[in-house]
């Protein structure tokens, strides 16, 4: 995790973290058909292995019904992540353990023990995942930042504040950046977006984004 700003506006980033890319993995290299929604992303950016024979048509369905729910679940524990309190005694660390825990650890997630066929899926994939997303850590990865340049966000961050006639430590926002294709972004919450790193990447879409997340999170 990312964190820019001074004592006044916040902005806090994640676009190294591997569990979410496990996620889309999962549900790429599987081929499952997923529930569609706003806070679904596209497919993963680079080449995705068919690991679709590990199984079944129908664990294959079964564990498609579920990915959303997990995959929503992911993003709201990264979110809470980023407002993680050093104090491990702190009640805001005590609600983002627990919510790791309600996703599940690797390599046996247990927490998924009420979706067996998704829990097959995330365990028999997990290892060439992580080789996957290493391996996407050391190429494509290195060629884009997959963040939003400080500059555009202490920018907007400071428009947003004078625009809106507000105290700028006031002005406070969060995002999870995922290696995904395309310009795509989605407002998860008040304050908090999930996007592409090509959204990050195009000056139009990154202002466009850090201004609705600024904006939103005002009327938290």
């Known amino acids: 995790m990312q964190l820019a700003g001074t004592t006044s ?13 496990v996620a889309l993995f999962v549900r ?36 498609g019904r579920h990915w959303t729910g997990w995959w929503a679940a992911l993003l709201d524990a990264e979110l809470q992540r980023q407002e993680e309190r050093p104090d491990p005694d702190h009640p805001v660390s005590w609600a ?19 979706r067996p066929a998704l829990r097959r899926a995330v365990v028999d994939t997990f290892p060439e995942a992580l080789r996957w997303v290493d391996r996407l850590d050391a190429g494509h990865r290195a060629e884009r930042a997959g963040s939003f340049p400080y500059g555009l966000v202490r920018q907007v961050a400071e428009d947003v504040a004078f625009d809106r006639q507000v105290d700028v430590g006031a002005v406070r926002a969060s995002a999870v950046v995922l290696e995904v294709e395309g310009r795509w972004w989605h407002l998860l919450a ?4 999930v996007c592409s790193a090509g ?3 195009d000056p139009h879409t990154a202002h466009l984004v850090l201004r ?8 938290r």
């Open 199 to 201: 959204a990050t990447a």
């Open 190 to 193: 008040p304050g908090a977006v």
């Open 212 to 219: 609705r997340a600024f904006e939103s999170g005002l009327r």
């Open 96 to 114: 983002v353990r627990a919510r790791r825990e309600e996703v599940g650890s690797p390599p046996d997630f247990a927490a998924l023990a009420d």
């Open 9 to 21: 506006w916040r902005f806090a980033e994640s676009a190294r973290d591997s569990l979410p890319h």
């Open 28 to 63: 790429d290299a599987l081929g499952l058909a997923v529930p569609p929604g706003p806070a679904v992303p596209p497919p993963l950016a680079g080449t995705v292995p068919d690991r679709r024979a590990l199984l079944s048509d129908q664990q294959r369905r079964e564990a």
